[in-house]
């Protein structure tokens, strides 16, 4: 039986190694390797295959602490399967191969719903402030882009691993006027910013986002200048964990990415993440459209209640 | 007449190209320069005198846009010239020997006088954050730890230029337990911290502090959360050209100090400093003792009236 | 076919032009107009029908740019005619007939309940500010004066059309003591306001309320002496195409409101709406009972599903 | 039929006279009484049974102004009779009993997953600050003192009757590091406190929470310093008549209470709750997770639709 | 000697009779009365000549509730004449005339001063709202104008009696780009506003200021969206009653100003001005630099002492 | 020697132990014994004198942390002697007996001089709430009361040990309304409150105001709510030792007064006193008028330069 786990093992280490990176490149992946383990199992019952493919689930939750959409994947596939009343393990694999497939379109649905939902709040001529590198935003200005409209982008180079510069590259390659800036130089050029617009990593029970460290700081600073300011996420970036009290853990990386050869007992601390409270957000722009954050559990109840079995 | 204003050229070419930085080592750089010019001056009047001393002050203020501590150390010299009723060129030239001796000695005075006052609010175990590098508050910081309190430092890196690395490296020098973080996670930890400190590059005459880029976003922070928040500066970095209506300028230094090869078309914005607000700052810790920001003008009014003349 | 949709374009028209007026008027006026077309119409089919009836709503949607109480009433008897099985053209008019009927009786309905949640809010000797002219507005005062409370009511004028008039005569007429200041004033009256309770003319997904121009400011002074501030609407003035992005336009007026004879050159800007955050909302008063503004796209997909369709 | 009410009226009578207190205690002995109630009834019908019901519900709920959760219980059980098909009294009692038995059962089902979600809150060394006395607070600090977590409590004394006497004492017996202050001091050490954990009384359906005097003081003192401050409470403390517009009523109590023998013509106010605003609360830790308290009516409407009946 | 009042009484009229309006014209006329009253004067000694000038101190000083910069005039005049060692009653009434003259030209000074100051403030291309009309803002407005800046202006109608026309009629004239708007609508254009420049009635001992009703809201609206707010004043409409706890009083002008034919029963209320607290003043452009409004108590007693005599 | 300094002793050690309790009580006193010393000095010459006095400086200053009052009037006294050019020990005792006379006439006249200033502030039927007891406060009040003036009085009980029935008793004395709550209240009534006045134990350079525990938060409160806060209080409160970055000590009393016996291992903490920041007080009312806080340090170096020394 142990081969028949290697392709999650393997995928799972890479993933733990940074190899395989972003949310959405995560649960793809992921989802992959579930429909490999599901296409080679050799389980000779039901119950076997459910217990495999809970242990599988097992491994890629210990991969990394913030991955809600990974782990919402694998929540609704082995849900589907639990909750069939099929018995064969062959026709149980064709679930989670149909329920992988359905979840890998719906998320490009979202994505381009959320471009779609998005775009419209991009006004000619604006001037948009993004911090570090999300797919759902730079998706979101192509459409605005492809349908037209002139805007400007002011990037945060977002230290230690300068994600901004990705974005900034994406913006110029659509040529679309882009500024460069320090992520300390946000609030300098806040006042002629006419919208903030972040990606999320975790998006938690009170209505909280998690996201790059230094996105609550551009917040508050957006805030404190009446700029809006909106998260532009997938719905499946919901932690259900959170609903439950745990606390998304802020995963601390390498001290290297900050200081390359740092002087003897210094202390380097280097949160990836940290978490933009619900007050400073105007609105979550995602695949149900542009909603309050403080409605998004029952949102999550509306729209996908199984995240909550 | 030419030679003799080497002096002031070279140095001023020095500042201009950033080989003398710090507010502190500008000021010392100029009066030296014009004792040289003063001690070798071959003007035949007083008339002459002055005039050539104007001339000095016009290249030095023109060579850095916001160096009040120079630029104050000029107004003291020149204007104990002009008011002295001496007429005899080398006796004036004493005179500025003089007033140059004192600048010096009143700014070692004042800096120790800092460091004293300002040791006083440092409490036993407390976590003490600041940004940039600046002389006056490692001074202080100098000051409490030889006094044997213990206390922990939170550096930011301070980008573009990274001067964070320097207090750290001060700050273990003199085995203060320190950490170090990106400018943008100091959010992340100032519920834990008890007390900002920061160095001015310029005061100005509504009360409001000119300091390294990021300075306002923590002072900011600090205020959500409720965290004293201190600026240690010797008074005369108080820039009189504020007091009849000219906005502080801020420099916008190399694109290249943000990204070595930015991609084509990127507009890279590099400002220096930025303005912190008088209501986010609990007090000056300055050689008057600890002040509020607000009543600076008439503090300058009392202490140095030679600066608005 | 042309003369069947004579009552759409003239009353289309008279929307337009600005001789029909408020939310429930110009709801009521298309509601009949749509009547109209469905009693006379000689349309051969139920496809045909349906074209009509979409024509019909276009012309109606162009007609102003801000009216979700008319638009939802359009989106709801459309919505019963098209989800309806019934073939024939005539008993589909019925149907129309049926829907109308039962939207204007929900309307009222709606208006009762909420003048009789709302009237519980007014305490005796309580001071209400209100802004504009809002019939739910002063439903809810009629009611409570009904039940025998005593109260005051502050009306602004609210520039540039003085609607503050006909509350004030209306609350006049009632016998309610009554207070009338410039627009400007209500700052420097608001330390002695118990409660501020305003109209709607949409609300949007994120839980934001357009209302007249001047009452986002009254909500920011409300906020700031830590009034209450209640917005009083029916939940069909819910903005659905808020939802998928759309900003609610802002319509601007004519500058002959403002200023009659206006010098050469002059801009005159007359935007006859603002918008506020639902952050300085205490609550919606609807027919639901007083509900959270940020809960409100949750409550419309529970009470009135229809209008997402 | 006198008799038959003797449990109901010697129940509300202690209830009145404050000889059961607290919101769980209370429902309880209502429960109770309501079940003897229905045991001895001799109600020749159902009608008249369902009439004695409802005169019972009208003693309890003038028995006190705030007991939304022994006002659900009496909702809950009636409802369930009302709504039963059964005509036979007896039967009916059965119900009386069942839906009672269910209500007390669901109650500590609630009770043990709020301190189980919230003891994973509570993070190692943290200090938490309470006020007053609650029994789901305290339940939930024992969870994560049973768990191995090592904090601190800090407690108000909360005047007038010091029920932070009582939190002490059971923080001291479960060894917990714990300190005392007078109400006025909350703000003095609130930069040292990781979390504020309260109570409530009531829930409203605006999401704010009417809990002990000084409890919104201290949310706002709390978030004056960012220190996160949630409520924990069974969702059955919900006020369902605050849907429809009344306004929780604020007791009052014996003046006796503050000041023994106050001086002739002193008016001594005796509030014994106040209102905080859902701005002020992070989460409402609660059966069904933790969340926003803005969404409160709508997580009511989706886990208890009966109490809006 | 009643004829030699005469003078006095007739200007007094005036002023109360609002046919001299604007604090510059006001002080003006009062001083041209008084160096008339000094001229005629028949008063036989010094004393009885202090008690003329004293009683037309009176009679000036009830005409109006809130005029600093006449009572300064005249505060400053008496002192002059009361301190002076002459005895003679020409020489005396010679040193009225001094004394007013070096008023008014000092008046002219700090005008210009002002006006030169506060245009550096104005940069190039930024867009500038004001309210009301004030003679300091339109001045300074067109020195920068005159310095060849472009810039715009956003002026507000000013209810009740349409100052801002008057506001908008000289920007015109300047050539300047000019927008019009109605009070209200000040925040709806807010976040477009580089500065706002408003002029000062009076400024109290604590540092705030009163002008024309509507200011404190563009003050806390200013406040919200970050935009610097500045007071352009010269420094003797400072009132030095308010130092020993006087309220400058708010006058209330006629009903007939906000609603010409009101229904009966009515209660208009007309406040002509407001209060700006100083927090929300960046700074008061005045002769003295550009200052921090909570100094102004100090700056009065180093620039004017003789206003508290 | 030995007997001379027994005043001092004795009187410090009535301080020490509280029998003397009240900034003005401790500050008599203290010249009592000064004076004492005085007269019965037998010291030899003016140096031996100044010992003597300096010795019983450092007594009074090592007897209670916080007591500017008492601290200044030893300043003025020993300052007055020191620069004398007198020798004569009997003379500089005279010097003594004089310095401390002026002292306690100034110290009357500032009292009388704030009372009439404070007075002015109290509207007729305005509602005056205050905390604890201050005499600064209460003469203030009896002012207005003697001026005819009505109102309204909250006290607050002020605990733990009530002084605020001491407010009471003396306000229902003077025939005065007077409602009486508990601290954790004040907040309940705060939107009914026009006006909050309370004393202060000191004042620090920043212009913040040391004041009985819970002043701050009644500050916070009373900003939350726009309710204006002012600080009654003579300008010697402030203590120049703040200047010099000394943080006030902020004493704490007996547990006693919390908890008569508490159980074991409880930690009481009673600090008596709290800072409230300069940006929540609105003016400080002292003989000099009504100041803003932020400009404390001038207003001391102008009026009472010699506390500096």
Redesign the interface.
């Given at each position: 039986m142990k081969h028949l786990s290697d392709p999650v093992r393997a995928t799972a280490k890479k993933i733990r190694r940074l190899e395989i990176q972003g949310a959405r490149n995560v649960a793809i992946a992921t989802i992959k390797a579930i429909e490999t383990l599901a296409a080679q199992t050799e389980a000779p019952s039901k119950k076997h295959f459910v217990r495999e493919l809970a242990k599988a689930k097992d491994t890629f939750f210990g991969s990394r602490p913030t991955e809600p959409l990974m782990r919402n994947a694998l929540r609704l596939i082995i849900n589907r399967v639990e909750k069939s009343e099929e018995k064969n393990v062959k026709k149980l694999a064709e679930i989670v191969s149909l329920a992988s497939g359905q979840f890998l379109s719906d998320l490009d649905d979202s994505s381009k719903k959320i471009a779609?939902?998005?775009?419209?709040?991009i006004?000619h001529n604006s001037v948009v402030l993004t911090h570090c590198h999300s797919s759902t935003v730079t998706n979101l200005l192509k459409r605005a882009k492809h349908e037209g409209k002139e805007f400007e982008v002011i990037c945060?180079?977002?230290?230690?691993v300068f994600q901004g510069?990705t974005t900034?590259?994406e913006m110029?390659g659509m040529g679309v006027?882009?500024?460069?800036?320090?992520?300390?130089?946000?609030?300098?050029?806040?006042?002629n910013v006419d919208l903030v617009l972040v990606g999320a990593d975790a998006i938690t029970?009170?209505?909280n986002v998690i996201n790059k460290?230094?996105t609550?700081?551009i917040a508050?600073?957006a805030h404190?200048?009446?700029?809006p300011f909106y998260v532009v996420s997938e719905l499946l970036k919901f932690d259900p964990a959170?609903?439950?009290?745990?606390?998304e853990k802020?995963e601390e990386r390498s001290p290297g990415e900050?200081?390359k050869n740092?002087?003897?007992?210094?202390?380097?601390?280097?949160?990836a993440f940290?978490v933009t409270r619900?007050?400073f957000i105007?609105?979550i722009?995602c695949e149900?459209?542009?909603?309050?954050?403080?409605?998004?559990?029952?949102?999550m109840?509306?729209k996908y209640p199984w995240v909550f079995e």
């Open positions: 779609e939902i998005g775009a419209r709040r006004r945060t180079e977002t230290r230690p510069q900034a590259e110029l006027k882009t500024s460069f800036i320090v992520d300390s130089a946000a609030r300098f050029f806040m006042n029970s009170e209505g460290i230094g609550s700081t508050l600073v404190e200048a009446r700029t959170t609903v439950y009290g745990d606390y802020i900050i200081w740092p002087p003897k007992n210094l202390i380097v601390r280097n949160p940290d619900r007050d105007h609105g722009i149900e459209g542009i909603i309050s954050p403080h409605s998004i559990t029952e949102v109840h509306r």
